[in-house]
């Protein structure tokens, strides 16, 4: 079993991450999150166009019919859908739109059209909030009922980790977040949590067997030990997350990678930026 | 019976209740009363994935007015009978929260028509012979079901002032002849006039039952609803977008499902074998709940089933790395496993129990899809402790005792 410094050089594995969320804030500082409709209000309008298209006729469809507010991009395996993105339009607006791009594409079918309400939006940010807190003071009072305080804040601080660099994947590239940002968000803290529980299990585990070792020894060994299988369960679960985004559909893309973004991260934090946490805050307890 | 017979037989039982298992979840089955048909047919689909229409409704009351339980219901009974209107086959209205309506319209095509239906203003309408309206629910301040003084169920009205001005001039004008009371362009009701009434109270007479008064009462006051119902939230789906969705995420789920148990045979052997069976009676399983608690399959609540399929080996992938461990330090098979699973046990519970408190604060704040998601997590975690737990060591504790595999190979050791 090959026994990796891990602990020596923490302060390199929180430069990395540190360096990626910074990007990703002053990403959102700059140019702001791309909230979707479900949280700003607004409609989306899904096409199948039936054919190829060039963008740009769309683009002067909407501006002819003085409707300035909108993204338009290509959707589909073989870009033939279309998916604009705009204010909320009344339905008369709506089905204007739909009539003047029929007259260029005349195979055009609306497959799917959202309308969502402001004040819909302002509640939603309000309850993804609240979700997270609550689900990390929760899960901060599980793991220090069975592990220590220490560490349970090392996990959830871990786990914030993950939050942010999630949160950074939307800011740099722009991905509008929409409902299912909550279930993502939670789903990647469960999994992180459920990583950096493996990996703490076995450092209690080992330190309760070996007196004479250091925090950080111990912390190697255990990470060493559980390597293989924090590898080979994110694979599992990459697969086939991987296998849904390439595969499942227009629909959940964004979703998906979403998903394998923070399942990445929360494999990365457990051993890179959780048990290096909790040995900072131990070194200081020493007794602990 | 010796040692082995037994093993084998344990082993055999298992694989008859999986093989039964799959045969109810591909085919159906039917013992006596109980019927169970295929998953294909079973399986309720949501919106997103059969197509259809989900609007999110807002009482707002008129000014001077304030919402309550009996107005919020009422505007349901109105959402309702205009949903009859449409013909949906499974439509779903209810109320969320103190001032909202949810409807859900499953399998709509025409979803500009139903938007209409069920977003016009309630228009409850009194209309004379001769066709004037003379009344409209604005002035309807209440409708009763109440008993005559034979005991005959009929339903007092209650008109407000202009209405009660409006209504004797009408009763003097239409003296002996029907009155109809229309909604939504359907006549629910065609008294005759009596009396002429000055008061602005009036009875409908000639109900056959204190049901149908009771039902003829709670329309005219839904008609007469005093709030305005704002469209917060359209969703449609169209139905080719859906099957669309539908067969892309199940063909992608298979594709993930085959290369989790083509890794787990070529990384733990044997026992990645077995742990690909507990697999898929994990699958089974949890679509048998799924049929069982009667969920709407979303395209989240897929995702999050694929997202579990991948997760719920993790059990096993503890569990035969401990033996891997015990293994190269020497131990026998057996109690190479026990030791694997006795150690992993404490880890799994840990780590389960973290995730399913995330799942649970999902479900708890989560609404629709995400709620759909939030609950296959939570089976999906439950489960596959269950089969990664239970029915591997099952399998596999026996599988070392019948002495059929005796190389250490194997076992990926």
Redesign the interface.
């Known amino acids: 079993m090959k026994i990796y410094k891990i602990m020596e050089r923490k302060y390199i594995w929180f430069f990395i991450s540190l360096a990626i969320i910074f990007a990703g804030l002053i990403s959102a500082a700059i140019n702001g999150l791309n909230w979707g409709i479900d949280f700003t209000g607004g409609t989306i309008l899904?096409y199948?166009m039936g054919q190829t298209y060039e963008l740009s006729e769309v683009r002067k469809t909407l501006t002819d019919l003085n409707i300035k507010d909108f993204e338009a991009k290509k959707a589909g395996d073989d870009g033939n859908e279309l998916i604009i993105r705009t204010v909320v339009l009344s339905?008369d607006e709506q089905?204007k739109i739909t009539e003047s791009l029929k007259n260029k594409f005349s195979k055009i079918?609306?497959?799917?059209?959202?309308?969502?309400?402001a004040?819909?939006g302002s509640e939603l940010r309000k309850?993804?909030i609240?979700?997270l807190i609550?689900?990390n003071i929760?899960?901060l009072a599980?793991?220090s009922f069975?592990f220590q305080f220490i560490s349970g804040i090392a996990a959830v601080l871990a786990l914030i980790h993950d939050v942010l660099i999630v949160i950074s994947w939307y800011a740099l590239f722009r991905v509008p977040i929409d409902?299912?940002v909550?279930?993502v968000i939670?789903?990647v803290?469960?999994?992180s949590?459920?990583?950096t529980?493996?990996v703490f299990?076995?450092i209690r585990?080992n330190l309760k067997n070996a007196k004479k070792v250091s925090f950080n020894e111990i912390a190697n060994i255990s990470i060493a030990?559980?390597l293989?299988?924090s590898i080979?369960?994110s694979?599992?679960?990459?697969?086939?997350?991987?296998?849904?985004n390439?595969?499942?559909?227009e629909?959940?893309k964004d979703?998906?990678m979403a998903?394998i973004i923070g399942i990445v991260s929360g494999t990365y934090s457990s051993i890179f930026i959780a048990s290096p946490l909790w040995s900072i805050w131990r070194k200081d307890a020493k007794t602990a | 019976m010796n040692y082995r017979t037994k093993s084998l037989l344990k082993i055999a039982l298992i694989l008859i209740l999986a093989a039964f298992l799959a045969y109810t979840l591909l085919y159906g089955i039917k013992i006596g009363p109980y019927k169970q048909a295929p998953l294909s047919k079973s399986i309720k689909l949501g919106l997103d994935l059969q197509g259809g229409v989900y609007v999110l409704l807002e009482a707002e009351p008129k000014p001077g007015q304030e919402l309550n339980e009996e107005k919020m219901n009422s505007a349901v009974e109105v959402i309702r009978r205009r949903v009859d209107q449409l013909g949906v086959a499974e439509p779903l209205i209810t109320r969320q929260g103190n001032t909202r309506i949810r409807v859900e319209l499953p399998g709509v095509k025409d979803s500009q028509k139903a938007l209409e239906i069920i977003g016009k203003t309630a228009s409850l309408r009194f209309v004379g012979p001769d066709g004037t309206v003379i009344l409209t629910g604005d002035n309807v301040r209440d409708a009763r079901a109440i008993y005559g003084q034979a005991n005959e169920p009929m339903v007092s009205l209650k008109l407000d002032d202009t209405g009660a001005k409006k209504f004797a001039e009408a009763t003097k004008k239409y003296f002996e002849q029907p009155i109809a009371i229309l909604l939504d362009e359907e006549v629910i009701s065609a008294p005759v006039v009596k009396a002429v009434i000055t008061n602005g109270e009036a009875v409908i007479e000639g109900l056959e039952s204190i049901d149908r008064a009771a039902e003829l009462a709670a329309l005219i006051r839904g008609g007469a609803l005093p709030v305005d119902l704002v469209q917060r939230e359209v969703r449609t789906v169209g139905p080719t977008l859906g099957a669309d969705s539908l067969a892309k995420s199940v063909a992608a789920g298979k594709i993930g499902v085959v290369l989790v148990i083509l890794f787990m045979i070529l990384y733990y052997r044997l026992p990645g074998f077995i742990a690909d069976i507990a697999l898929m009676i994990y699958v089974m399983i949890v679509l048998t709940v799924f049929i069982a608690i009667g969920a709407t399959l979303t395209l989240p609540g897929i995702a999050g089933f694929i997202l579990s399929i991948g997760m719920a080996v993790d059990a096993n992938v503890l569990i035969f790395e401990r033996f891997k461990e015990e293994l190269r330090n020497g131990k026998t098979l057996r109690s190479a496993i026990d030791a694997g699973f006795n150690r992993a046990m404490l880890t799994i519970f840990d780590s389960n129990i973290t995730t399913i408190i995330a799942a649970v604060v999902l479900f708890y704040f989560g609404s629709g899809p995400i709620k759909g998601f939030a609950v296959t997590l939570i089976i999906g975690i439950l489960t596959s402790m269950f089969t990664a737990i239970v029915v591997t060591r099952v399998l596999l504790s026996n599988i070392i005792a019948s002495k059929l595999f005796v190389n250490k190979k194997l076992f990926s050791a």
């Open positions: 899904h199948n339905k089905s079918e609306l497959i799917r059209a959202e309308k969502v309400d004040v819909i309850q993804a609240v979700a609550i689900a929760l899960m599980y793991i069975r409902s299912s909550i279930a939670l789903t803290v469960g999994y949590i459920n990583d529980i493996v299990d076995r585990e030990q559980t293989a299988r080979n369960t694979l599992t679960t990459l697969l086939t997350i991987i296998a849904l390439l595969f499942g559909g629909t959940i979703f998906t998903l």
